[in-house]
């Protein structure tokens, strides 16, 4: 009986503690500040403020891509697609926009208004979406071989209107004010703040709305949410939806930055985002995860990355301290929760 | 075949224990089984047959007791070694590799190779003649995502009497096949026993027991009744007799009379299993679908769920069937599912989460969740359903059975559901936890709506409802009103099969 | 036969055996199908195909010697997907022993010891994958994301900064008989890169149909716990696979290299796709438990004979879309095929 009390209160004092995602959040953070003070002393003129908020304003856009492939992650998908759909978007954006009275084929458009332009473009990345959903949904493909399909398919659409390079001409002054717009006097740029805010919106989705109850509901047991009235089918097709959307949004406020169509950009993105993701906890087998920790993980990559630049290695590094870092959070997290849920 | 007096026995078991914390799955179980014999093994949900096989395959340690196979002791710790103790077992799901073909499937894993390079051996041709022997319509070339459920299992057992079984154990082998290829397998059986291998035989189907047995094996309460041949047992009666060997108690106390309002109307149901499923469920009602595993019960309760395919005429409250769960929750109907780890459950979250699930919407303002309420509504369950725990932020994977199916019941509940669906609603669940789920759902009833118990429990339905449809082979085969003077011995009869026969 | 059928109950009506014939011979039609095509097509225009034709001797050692990569790894790859596991690292595996291979050469390395070093080193990356997959238990897709990563960046740091490629310069000079392996033909016109591929996929079909890796490959992929009931190691057999492709990845890299007399880290890049394009397209299900090494190697052929066809018909930037749309056919296709019928 006295056993039992006190097996109870070491249960309630556990219960009271933060959660599980709580806590893998909590310990990316804190490997995001350790990680930042290790570099300030290694690398030298690396502890500045300046430099925190280039770790964020350098990345603006893989953070806002790692919203979506997050919130897929968290309901058992994967979305490999948004790098194409970042080139997709910003090709059609500026060929939609490029006036139509071009002397070569890559400096003619439709000559359609800035803001219709981009719109279709936007058509152009939800279609994407689309077909991810359709593929992955209806026709229960892996998402991870649809995703990797649909990014060439987007990539490949891209190369094609832009001759395998860029379009950059012809196009209507006020194309680049979106991307170049500075907010509050500041030299922040109007998509950081707009990542900032798809945050902020993000993480209140997930915590706070049935939306995002939703999605960790379908990620943690398919079959019984399927049977507590979950529209598992629909739901995935939205996130879908809303990770092709944010993707075209990014492609298109790239291409309005540059002021260019380009059919490599975000090349890799895909692959940066789901590493964030995954540096920020967020577990493959679905049903956990959180936006709060991708964007620590994206600190994570950013800071690692960008100390390794500071410390003059070659560029070269960053793919073998990615696969680093990844193993190391997996495992980390997975010894972690196992530590947490044995002690 | 001489057989000499002093032939080993096949099996023996000697004061075989099984306890769990509370509970004696088994008590001091002793018999033999001869050899080249088949037997039976029946009792009823609960009787400890079930635990018996678990031993018998190494899937579970005896508390106490001895094994012996052929005179050997006998001590498995795992299927493997139970196979590599002669013991072969068909499991009720099939173990067989849809891709490859039925000769690769029955030598697989005993492939003879040097530096791992497939040589020639007379294994091909000896899992080639075992098939033929006891099955010859099977082309052991063919795929095996060819054949039917049927014929895969005759591939199961070709495969363990190949590997050289001496005993194969078949649980319920029969549940999932059509009339013509029960006959078939029969025929298989008594070609096995015909080739020196003795099969244990688990059914609930008692004319399958007295066509094909040669000796059986009553258990009841964990406790061994009878072991004696077949030809020495008067009838079905004397059987059910000795599995029943008392009167059931039950509790049932008539719940007044209930009018003919009903609500839920079912008519020509029909799906991969079911066969014209007809009845019709009044408001306050409690009714009982009772059957043998397999009997359809769950896929009766899953189509009015609209959770899988069916065709039919449903109408509840006037509206027709459901074409998916969450229609059917916005209509009003509510199901505890079968498996409630795997469908009820959400075990990775908390209490506090699990419960408001299936009307997440009622907790939300403008698709905003309200935290605080949540919490609230949460302890107002945990409360009104008693569910034992010290704070509703507890895993659900972390309570004990009972605790976790009120979590589930809560869901339903909260659903404001006009009629609930409970699927084996206390299975695995103790003692204490069963009457209060009992109470829940009479109280439940109690306020004009209505419930549909499907369980293989006749305590269960006998005790809870106050309408009681039989199923056989996915059948409703008679619809009896509870009360006093239920007559038990008929009711076994039907769900085992013997409605058919008229008797 | 018609008897046989008869007994097992099951059903044929027409339609049923022409989805059995399509099922089991489709690959072919498919092959012929675009052999004819890009035959009769006109192509007078187009410098790569002699004369306009498709099927003059030249073209056709070509597009062989092209493919001699991925015909060597398609075997392999369709034996793991078989068992139901994936390998996303191929592309970076192949890029790491390309540069592997070429550095050992151009330091003066002889063939042999080089061609077996870099063999070695194909071992060690598959078992590297092996051992993420089944003893960390890191889920396949993750953990070959993980080394594609690695193989990658070691590849790309191995060769000098403000250099693309391992290739003559700063004092090296690799040898002349460096790209012999890949370009010289030996027998029919074709290299030796050429043949070891079509000798891989024989063995590998050995390994399908007469070695117990084929058959504990099929069980583990089809239902792994009949496979463990029935006493197959599933582990050893899925780590074994994995390294069998990270050997075929490395023998890959060498033809790679020496068909391009480089050590490029990137010249194995987007292979990945190409591999799991060419099994998919072959038949294999992406659920596990079936698929073919020789129709894989088919499959190989096809998209092979169409890239090369479509970078005379089309500009090159149409390659990325039609290999992604061909992605998504087959894909589709596969489900439509694989989908049991209920």
Redesign the interface.
């Known amino acids: 009986m006295t056993d039992q009390a006190i097996a109870?209160?070491r249960?309630?004092a556990r219960?009271?503690k933060l959660s599980d995602e709580m806590f893998i959040t909590a310990l990316v953070a804190g490997a995001a500040i350790v990680l930042f003070l290790l570099a300030s002393m290694l690398v030298p003129n690396f502890f500045q403020f300046q430099n925190v908020v280039n770790l964020v304003t350098n990345n603006w856009s893989v953070i806002a891509l790692g919203v979506g492939v997050t919130f897929l992650l968290v309901s058992g998908n994967?979305d490999l697609s948004v790098g194409?759909i970042v080139a997709l978007s910003g090709v059609m954006a500026v060929w939609f926009a490029q006036a139509s009275d071009g002397t070569n084929p890559l400096s003619t458009g439709w000559g359609l208004p800035a803001w219709l332009a981009m719109m279709g473009a936007l058509l152009c990345a939800v279609m994407i979406g689309a077909?991810n959903a359709l593929?992955v949904v209806v026709?229960?493909?892996?998402s991870?071989?649809?995703t990797?399909?649909?990014?060439?398919?987007?990539?490949?659409?891209a190369?094609?209107v832009?001759?395998?390079s860029q379009r950059n001409t012809n196009l209507p002054s006020d194309f680049g004010a979106l991307g170049n717009m500075t907010m509050f006097g500041t030299s922040i740029k109007l998509p950081v703040v707009l990542m900032a805010a798809l945050i902020l919106i993000a993480v209140f989705v997930e915590r706070?709305?049935?939306?995002?109850?939703?999605t960790?509901?379908i990620g943690?047991?398919p079959?019984?949410?399927?049977?507590?009235?979950?529209?598992n089918a629909r739901h995935v097709v939205n996130l879908y939806l809303f990770s092709s959307l944010v993707a075209g949004g990014v492609g298109i406020l790239l291409a309005s930055e540059f002021k260019s169509g380009f059919?490599n950009r975000g090349t890799l993105m895909e692959?940066d985002a789901?590493?964030i993701s995954?540096l920020g906890g967020v577990a493959?087998?679905g049903?956990?995860g959180s936006v709060i920790g991708m964007f620590f993980g994206a600190i994570v990559l950013a800071t690692v990355t960008s100390a390794a630049t500071g410390l003059v290695l070659?560029p070269?590094?960053?793919?073998?301290?990615?696969?680093?870092a990844?193993?190391i959070a997996?495992?980390a997290q997975t010894w972690a929760l196992a530590r947490r849920h044995s002690s | 075949m001489v057989q000499t007096a002093l032939a080993e026995k096949a099996l023996s078991i000697k004061d075989l224990t099984k306890d769990y914390p509370g509970v004696r799955a088994v008590d001091t179980v002793s018999f033999d089984i001869e050899p080249n014999t088949v037997h039976c093994l029946v009792g009823e949900n609960g009787a400890g047959k079930s635990t018996i096989v678990k031993m018998l395959t190494g899937a579970l340690e005896p508390t106490s007791g001895t094994m012996a196979v052929l005179g050997k002791p006998y001590q498995p710790n795992s299927t493997q070694d139970a196979r590599n103790g002669g013991i072969g077992t068909l499991f009720q799901e099939l173990h067989v590799v849809d891709q490859l073909t039925v000769l690769e499937n029955l030598t697989m894993g005993m492939e003879v190779s040097r530096f791992g390079f497939l040589i020639k051996s007379d294994l091909e041709d000896r899992v080639t003649k075992t098939l033929a022997a006891i099955e010859p319509g099977i082309d052991p070339n063919a795929r095996v995502s060819s054949l039917s459920v049927a014929q895969k299992q005759i591939v199961e057992i070709a495969r363990a009497a190949s590997s050289g079984a001496n005993i194969i154990i078949m649980d319920e082998p029969t549940a999932a096949l059509s009339e013509r290829e029960v006959e078939r397998l029969f025929g298989v059986i008594r070609r096995l026993r015909d080739s020196d291998v003795t099969v244990i035989y688990i059914s609930h189907k008692l004319d399958e027991i007295f066509e094909l047995g040669d000796n059986v094996t009553v258990m009841r309460d964990g406790k061994h009744i009878a072991t004696k041949p077949l030809a020495q047992v008067n009838g079905r009666p004397e059987l059910i007799e000795m599995m029943v060997g008392r009167s059931i108690t039950h509790d049932y106390r008539p719940r007044g009379d209930i009018a003919d309002n009903p609500v839920l109307t079912v008519k020509g149901l029909n799906s991969h299993l079911l066969k014209d499923v007809s009845f019709q469920v009044n408001a306050g009602e409690i009714i009982g679908f009772y059957g043998l595993v397999g009997a359809g019960k769950t896929e009766v309760a899953r189509a009015i769920y609209g959770a899988d395919k069916a065709h039919g005429q449903v109408t509840f409250k006037g509206r027709p069937r459901a074409r998916s769960p969450k229609e059917a929750i916005a209509s009003g109907i509510a199901l505890v599912p079968e498996e409630r780890r795997t469908e009820g459950l959400f075990t990775a979250l908390t209490i506090r989460r699990n419960i408001p699930i299936m009307n997440i919407n009622k907790l939300a303002k403008f698709g905003i969740f309200q935290d605080d309420q949540e919490k609230s509504v949460a302890k107002e369950y945990v409360s009104k359903l008693g569910i034992a725990t010290n704070s509703v932020e507890k895993y659900a994977e972390k309570l004990s059975g009972g605790n976790q199916q009120k979590v589930v019941l809560a869901k339903c509940l909260f659903a404001d559901a006009d009629l609930l669906l409970l699927d084996e609603p206390t299975r695995g669940v103790d003692v204490g936890a069963k009457s209060e789920i009992y109470d829940l759902i009479r109280d439940f009833a109690n306020t004009g709506r209505a419930v549909c118990v499907f369980s293989s429990e006749l305590e269960e339905v006998l005790g809870l409802c106050d309408r009681i449809f039989l199923m056989y082979d996915g059948r409703v085969e008679a619809e009896i009103r509870n009360g006093a003077t239920v007559d038990i011995p008929k009711i076994l009869n039907i769900v085992t099969g013997g409605g058919k026969a008229g008797t | 036969m018609t008897h046989a059928t008869a007994q097992t109950g099951v059903e044929r009506g027409f339609g049923q055996r022409l989805k059995t014939f399509l099922k089991d011979y489709y690959i072919y039609l498919v092959l012929i199908a675009v052999v004819v095509v890009l035959s009769t097509a006109n192509l007078d225009k187009f410098p790569l195909f002699e004369r306009g034709n498709f099927l003059s001797e030249r073209n056709i050692i070509n597009i062989l010697r092209i493919s001699a990569p991925i015909l060597t790894l398609a075997g392999a790859f369709t034996l793991l997907m078989i068992s139901g596991y994936i390998d996303l690292s191929v592309g970076s595996a192949m890029s790491l022993s390309a540069v592997v291979y070429a550095m050992l050469v151009i330091n003066g390395v002889p063939f042999v010891p080089a061609f077996a070093a870099t063999v070695v080193v194909g071992v060690i990356l598959g078992a590297i994958n092996g051992f993420l997959v089944i003893r960390l238990k890191i889920t396949p897709v993750i953990a070959t994301l993980i080394t594609l990563s690695l193989y990658k960046g070691i590849a790309l740091l191995l060769v000098e900064d403000g250099v693309s490629a391992i290739k003559s310069g700063g004092g090296l000079k690799m040898p002349g008989w460096f790209n012999d392996y890949g370009r010289d033909g030996v027998l029919l016109g074709l290299p030796w890169a050429f043949w070891v591929a079509v000798l891989v996929t024989l063995a590998m079909i050995v390994v399908q149909d007469r070695m117990k890796l084929g058959k504990y490959a099929a069980a583990t992929g089809g239902n792994p716990t009949a496979a463990e009931l029935s006493g197959i190691n599933t582990k050893r057999t899925v780590i074994t696979l994995y390294i069998l492709v990270g050997i075929c990845a490395a023998l890959a890299g060498i033809a790679r290299s020496s068909f391009m007399s480089l050590g490029d880290p990137l010249s194995g890049d987007g292979m990945e796709l190409t591999a799991i394009l060419v099994v998919l397209l072959g038949g294999t299900a992406f659920s596990g438990g079936e698929g073919r090494v020789l129709k894989s190697f088919i499959g190989a052929l096809i998209i092979m004979s169409l890239t090369v066809g479509m970078l005379t018909l089309v500009p090159a930037y149409f390659q990325t879309l039609v290999v992604g749309a061909a992605l998504l056919l087959a894909a589709a296709s596969n489900h439509l095929v694989s989908r049991k019928d209920d």
């Open positions: 109870g209160r249960l309630q219960d009271n994967f194409g077909l593929f026709l229960r493909v892996p991870i071989i649809v990797l399909g649909t990014m060439m398919l987007a990539r490949g659409i190369q094609v832009t001759q395998g706070k709305t049935v939306f995002g109850r939703l960790y509901l943690a047991n079959v019984a949410s399927r049977l507590s009235g979950v529209d059919s692959f789901l590493v995954l493959i087998a049903g956990f070659s070269d590094w960053q793919f073998t301290l990615k696969a680093i990844v193993f997996i495992m």
